[in-house]
């Protein structure tokens, strides 16, 4: 009876003592001692330019930030920095129409953003990695154009949530 006591009065010490950063409970845990975070805008490179695409990653970005930490935002030289840009935006067929040769019933989207990471306050944590992720559409339904405003904030959202999972919750 006593191990027991002891060790339900062990725990909660343990689990207090075993921290070595500031978790969130949406998985992220930001280095002890940042405060400050910088996101500058993500020029678009690619090839096929959209021309909404940079302001709206760059807002998908530090909403993403913002909605799962304390971090109060700077113009330049945060605690936290990222920086990059968008190196792809591709639509590919990848499923032929039954038998309309030529026809594609599903395209792909496409979107690569090359990020730079700098963790001012722990440095190894600071990286340089290209993120990519696509979503498929039919392209038998409504045009391109009318789905491809959805698409990118799909896109978006699982780009910015690999990007702030590399970064903050080291993954």
């Given amino acids: 009876m006593k191990n027991k006591l002891f060790y339900l009065l ?3 010490l343990l689990l207090t003592q075993s921290a070595c950063g500031v978790y969130s409970f949406t998985g992220g845990s930001v280095s002890a001692g940042m405060k400050t975070v910088s996101v500058l805008v993500f020029e678009n490179t690619a090839q096929l330019v959209n021309p909404n ?25 945060g605690d936290a920095n990222f920086q990059g840009r968008i190196t792809d935006y591709t639509i590919q067929p990848v499923a032929i129409q039954g038998n309309q040769i030529g026809t594609a019933g599903l395209n792909r989207l496409t979107i690569s953003v090359s ?28 045009a391109f154009t009318t789905q491809e405003p959805a698409l990118i904030k799909n896109i978006n959202q699982q780009l910015t949530e690999d990007i702030y999972n590399r970064a903050f919750a080291n993954w």
Avoid: H, M
Avoid at 53 to 75: C, G, H, M, N
Avoid at 130 to 140: V, W
């Fill in 10 to 12: 062990l725990l909660p």
């Fill in 53 to 77: 695409l940079s302001q709206a990653f760059t807002e998908a970005l530090k909403d993403r930030i913002r909605t799962q930490t304390a971090l109060s935002f700077v113009r330049n030289d």
């Fill in 115 to 142: 990020v730079k990471y700098a963790n001012k306050i722990d440095i190894e944590k600071s990286f340089e990695q290209t993120f990519t992720r696509f979503l498929d559409f039919n392209s038998q339904g409504s």
